[in-house]
T-cell receptor, first 113, second 112 residues
Framework: QQQVKQSPQSLIVQKGGISIINCAYE??????FPWYQQFPGKGPALLIA?????SEKKEGRFTISFNKSAKQFSLHIMDSQPGDSATYFC????????????FGTGTSLTVIP | DAGVTQSPTHLIKTRGQQVTLRCSPK?????VSWYQQALGQGPQFIFQ???????QRGNFPDRFSGHQFPNYSSELNVNALLLGDSALYLC???????????FGEGSRLTVL
């Protein structure tokens, strides 16, 4: 059973546009929701993360929106740039039991100049 | 400050062989987790080591085993390799268990 479902699989956005990636989770006990960015040939790098006690977190051009009742969270990339072209993974974890992160299947983002 | 380092970066094995992958965690980190990332998929948790013991394990067979050394570095061993074991193997480190994970660049294993 896929614990975290991610969509879309791929996304093409014009430079300056808004990129939106969505994730849904099954287990209401998850309490840590990070987003990772991965460039080809590299390992995933933490972009931004949120706890379920807040509905939104913003860091620069990146914002996580969290809807606890719907068991959904999304990543918004404002003013998307060609350098943002990468694969993005959402994940979920139980903070009090260790580092087993459940990852989504990834979204390949292409930002067109 | 060196991040998470993994070796080798690429390797090719044949079915039935055994492989050992190595990981050095980020300075100051004491927890190491291993993930398998198949092409086009998200990383899948294999296991986590803390204080030289396996603390958590994902849904992987016993062919996958590991070890953590006193200096916190870690090894992942895979026996009796199958074609389906071809993947990018990622090591991630953290501090004392739960929290932020820092990933290495991975070891790309190809099984022929």
């Amino acid at each position: 059973q896929q614990q975290v479902k991610q969509s879309p699989q791929s996304l093409i956005v014009q430079k300056g546009g808004i990129s939106i990636i969505n994730c849904a989770y099954e287990n209401t006990a998850f309490d840590y929701f990070p987003w990772y960015q991965q460039f080809p040939g590299k390992g995933p790098a933490l972009l931004i993360a949120i706890r379920p006690d807040v509905s939104e977190k913003k860091e620069g051009r990146f914002t996580i929106s969290f809807n606890k009742s719907a068991k959904q969270f999304s990543l918004h990339i404002m003013d998307s740039q060609p350098g943002d072209s990468a694969t993005y993974f959402c994940a979920a974890s139980f903070l009090n039991t260790g580092n087993q992160f459940y990852f989504g299947t990834g979204t390949s983002l292409t930002v067109i100049p | 400050d060196a991040g998470v380092t993994q070796s080798p970066t690429h390797l090719i094995k044949t079915r039935g062989q055994q492989v050992t992958l190595r990981c050095s965690p980020k300075s100051g980190h004491d927890t190491v987790s291993w993930y398998q990332q198949a092409l086009g998929q998200g990383p899948q948790f294999i296991f986590q080591y803390y204080e030289e013991e396996e603390r958590q394990r994902g849904n992987f067979p016993d062919r996958f085993s590991g070890h953590q050394f006193p200096n916190y570095s870690s090894e992942l061993n895979v026996n009796a390799l199958l074609l389906g074991d071809s993947a990018l193997y990622l090591c991630a480190s953290g501090v004392g268990g739960p929290g932020e994970l820092f990933f290495g660049e991975g070891s790309r294993l190809t099984v022929l």
